[in-house]
C-alpha cells in the first residue's frame, strides 16, 4: 500500500517503523516528519493540518490510506476532507475528535454513556475555580478546557498555583476542575471502525520530568509494555482488557455514533485504577505518546491491516490484535530546561552507537539534519526504546543505548519501569 503518516514526532516515527517491519513492500509517506523519519519514509510536501493539502496530495497521488497522528491535523478536519473524497484515513473527523479537543464535551459523553470518571465542575470565572477548589479539596486539579499541547493540566497541593494555572487558560474559555483520584494510571488504546473495537495491550508512562515521579508535568518522560501487575488485580491483563472494553469503549463509541459522529480511528483511555474500580482521566482522539513507542514494537498483527479495517469499517472482521510475549522499555532523552524552557538546536551525537544495542531502536521526537550531523529542535528529542524477553534486560538495553547517545544539557530518567524489574 502506498501510506501517507502525518506528524512529526515519536509517535509518527514509530508507526513508520511498525509499518516498515511488515515487510509488505509498503510506501511509506510522511508529512512533515523529522530527521528520523527521513531515513524510513519519504517526505512529502504536504501541510499536515490542512485539509485542502492533504487531500489534494492524497487524490493525486493515489494514496491507499492516511494515518493521522497528532491531534492538531485532527481538530482542523483533514479526516473529515478525506474522508468526504473517499479516501481511507485512520483518524476520526473534527466532531468526534472533540473527545480530545474539549475536556467539557468529553465529560458530557461519559456522563451520557454512564461511563466511570471523577466528578468535575466547569469554571468560567476565577470566583467560580475558587468555589470549586473548596468544594474538592486538595490535592487540585485544574484542565484546560481545550488543546494545550500537553500543559494544560496542573495537580497540586497549592490552592493558589491552582488559581493562577487556572487564570492563565480562562481568557480562552472555561476550565475544568476535578476531583483528586488516586491510584495507578494505565494507558489501553482502543482501534475503531465507528462500531466495533479492539484493544491493544496496556501501557503505563511517566508524566513527571524527574525520577520519582517528581519535577514538572511534561508530555511523558518514557513508558512501558505490557503491564504484568493488572494481573494481581484483574486476574490478567485480558481481563482488564476486557473490563474496560466493556464499560468505557464500547459506551464511548456507541454514544458518538449514537450523535451521529461516529469515531473512526484510537481511541486512548488515560485510566486510574482506584480503589472504587476503574475511572476514566482522559480521552484522546489519536496514539499516545510515548506510549505508542512500546506498544507497537510488541504488535505481532500487521499494523496496516488494523488500520485499513477501522478505516473502511471492517473491523469485525479482524480477531484481537496478538502482541510477542517480550516487553517493551522506552526512556525520553529531553534538552536542557525542558519542559519549562527547553534549549534547542545542540548538536547530536552517537545515535548510530545506541542503535546497535540488541533489541534497540530510536525513534526521533524533534530533530532535524542529514547524516551524521543532527541536532535537537524541540523538547523531547530522541526514544530509546529498547525489546527483550524480560524487563531487567530491556532496561538495561536501554540504559546502555541511551549512555552513548550524546546531547549537551539533555536529561531523562533514570527510574523508567523500575519497579517491575
Known amino acids: ?60 497521488n493515489n494514496v491507499d490510506l492516511v494515518i493521522i497522528g497528532p491531534e492538531a491535523p485532527l481538530i482542523a478536519g483533514v479526516a473529515d476532507s478525506l474522508r468526504e473524497r473517499g479516501i481511507p484515513v485512520f483518524g476520526p473527523g473534527r466532531a468526534a475528535a472533540q473527545l480530545e479537543g474539549s475536556k467539557a464535551f468529553a465529560k458530557r459523553v461519559m456522563e451520557a454513556a454512564s ?25 487540585y ?31 480562552t474559555g472555561p476550565v475544568l476542575v476535578e476531583e483528586f483520584l488516586s ?14 473495537v479492539r484493544a491493544l495491550s496496556p501501557a503505563q508512562d511517566f508524566k513527571r520530568a524527574l525520577d520519582g515521579d517528581a519535577g514538572s508535568n511534561t508530555g511523558g518522560m518514557g513508558a ?40 473512526i480511528g484510537l481511541l486512548y483511555a488515560g485510566l486510574i485504577l482506584t480503589d472504587a474500580g476503574v475511572r476514566v482521566i482522559e480521552f484522546n482522539a489519536r496514539f499516545g505518546d510515548p506510549e505508542t513507542q512500546v506498544v507497537l514494537p510488541r504488535l505481532v498483527t500487521p499494523l496496516s491491516r488494523l488500520l485499513m479495517a477501522a478505516a473502511n469499517g471492517t473491523l469485525e472482521d479482524e480477531g484481537q490484535p496478538e502482541f510477542s510475549s517480550d516487553v517493551a522499555v522506552t526512556v525520553v532523552l529531553a534538552s536542557e530546561g525542558y519542559p519549562e ?32 550531523e543532527l541536532t535537537a529542535t524541540g523538547g523531547r528529542v530522541l526514544n530509546v ?28 530518567r533514570s527510574d523508567i519501569a523500575a519497579r517491575v524489574e
Open 1 to 60: 500500500m502506498k501510506i501517507l503518516v502525518l506528524g512529526s514526532g515519536a509517535r509518527e516515527h514509530a508507526l513508520v517503523l511498525a509499518l516498515k517491519s511488515e515487510d509488505a513492500g509498503h510506501e511509506l509517506l510522511a508529512a512533515p516528519g523529522n530527521a528520523g523519519i527521513a531515513r524510513d519514509a519519504a517526505i512529502v510536501a504536504v501541510d499536515a493540518v490542512d485539509p485542502v493539502s492533504v487531500t489534494s496530495y492524497a487524490i493525486a
Open 115 to 139: 461511563v466511570p470518571t471523577g466528578r468535575a465542575a466547569y469554571g468560567r470565572t476565577h470566583a467560580d475555580v475558587a468555589a470549586a477548589l473548596d468544594e474538592f479539596g486538595a490535592p
Open 141 to 171: 486539579v485544574v484542565k484546560a478546557d481545550g488543546l494545550a499541547a500537553g500543559k494544560g493540566v496542573i495537580v497540586t497541593d497549592d490552592r493558589e498555583a491552582a488559581l493562577a494555572h487556572a487564570d492563565t487558560y480562562l481568557p
Open 183 to 196: 491510584g495507578p494510571e494505565v494507558s489501553l488504546f482502543f482501534l475503531s471502525d465507528g462500531d466495533t
Open 224 to 263: 512501558y509494555s505490557p503491564l504484568p501487575w493488572l494481573s494481581e488485580r484483574f486476574g490478567s491483563e485480558e481481563a482488564f482488557v476486557a473490563e474496560v472494553t466493556e464499560t468505557v469503549a464500547l459506551p464511548v463509541i456507541r454514544q458518538l455514533d449514537k450523535e451521529g459522529t461516529p469515531f
Open 341 to 372: 524552557a527547553p534549549v534547542t538546536g545542540r548538536a547530536l551525537s552517537g545515535i548510530a552507537s545506541a542503535g546497535e544495542v540488541e533489541g534497540v531502536h530510536v525513534a526521533h521526537a524533534a530533530t532535524a539534519g542529514t547524516g551524521d
Open 385 to 412: 526504546v529498547a525489546v527483550g524477553p524480560d524487563f531487567r534486560t530491556a532496561r538495561a538495553r536501554a540504559y546502555d543505548a541511551l549512555g552513548r547517545i550524546g546531547l549537551e544539557g539533555g536529561h531523562h
